[in-house]
């Protein structure tokens, strides 16, 4: 048992956390898309207007309110897979294009959200409130999924229940070369 519990932590914890610290909050990962987010408007008076940066390797690093500890991790695989592949399906150009709104979230103490995407060494600033990115988009539905898991990241203890020990070690060694 405790071999196998010993062959759990090292997998699920260890591993992941030495893998992660290897990048840098600041600045972009050679040939990787890259998105970086940011929130402002009310919750600068609050000071908690969170920031992250996410690699197409999965890995985040988060940090809740611009200052303090950047926190570092994974996002789902599935979460991941469908951000970065509708990201690479989508037309940058048009949802980073400039454009004047009468009002915005951030105009009356709402959060509005800006994100810098890297992807084929190109640079797409987008918005919701300066852009052509829009709250109902689906890009930022998914961004807005992967703002919530970051905030709050969520145990793997579900699907050990659903799988067993041995369903866990084969979809994360399966995974192995997505990480």
Same mark, same amino acid.
Request: contains cysteine; glycine residues 10%; charged residues 20%.
């Given at each position: 048992?405790?071999?196998?519990?010993? !062959?759990?932590? %090292?997998?699920?914890?260890?591993?992941? +956390?030495? *893998?992660?610290?290897?990048?840098?909050?600041?600045?972009?990962?050679?040939? !990787?898309?890259?998105? /970086?987010? =940011?929130?402002?408007?009310?919750?600068?008076?609050?000071?908690?207007?969170?920031?992250?940066?996410?690699?197409?390797?999965? *890995?985040?690093?988060?940090?809740?309110?611009? /200052?303090?500890?950047?926190?570092?991790?994974?996002?789902?695989?599935?979460?991941?897979?469908?951000?970065?592949?509708?990201?690479? @399906?989508?037309?940058?150009?048009?949802?980073?294009?400039?454009?004047? =709104?009468?009002?915005?979230?951030?105009? #009356?103490?709402?959060?509005?959200?800006?994100?810098?995407?890297?992807?084929?060494?190109?640079?797409?600033?987008?918005?919701?409130?300066? @852009? !052509?990115? !829009?709250?109902?988009?689906?890009?930022?539905?998914?961004?807005?999924? +992967?703002?919530?898991?970051?905030?709050?990241? *969520? @145990?793997? %203890?579900?699907?050990?229940? /659903?799988?067993? #020990?041995?369903? #866990?070690?084969?979809?994360?060694? =399966?995974?192995?070369?997505? /990480?």
């Amino acid at each position: 048992m405790g071999l196998f519990a010993g !062959a759990f932590l %090292y997998v699920t914890v260890y591993a992941p +956390a030495y *893998t992660d610290e290897g990048i840098d909050f600041t600045g972009g990962v050679d040939g !990787a898309m890259v998105i /970086e987010g =940011q929130m402002y408007g009310g919750c600068q008076e609050m000071e908690s207007c969170a920031s992250f940066k996410l690699v197409d390797d999965r *890995t985040y690093h988060y940090l809740q309110d611009g /200052e303090g500890d950047v926190e570092n991790g994974r996002l789902p695989s599935d979460l991941s897979k469908r951000i970065f592949s509708f990201v690479r @399906t989508q037309e940058l150009e048009a949802a980073s294009q400039a454009i004047t =709104q009468d009002s915005c979230d951030a105009f #009356v103490d709402g959060v509005d959200y800006t994100y810098t995407v890297t992807f084929e060494d190109k640079l797409y600033s987008l918005d919701t409130c300066t @852009t !052509a990115l !829009a709250y109902n988009d689906a890009l930022q539905i998914l961004l807005l999924d +992967a703002w919530s898991f970051m905030e709050n990241p *969520t @145990t793997t %203890y579900p699907t050990i229940i /659903e799988q067993g #020990v041995g369903g #866990v070690f084969k979809e994360r060694f =399966q995974n192995a070369g997505e /990480e």
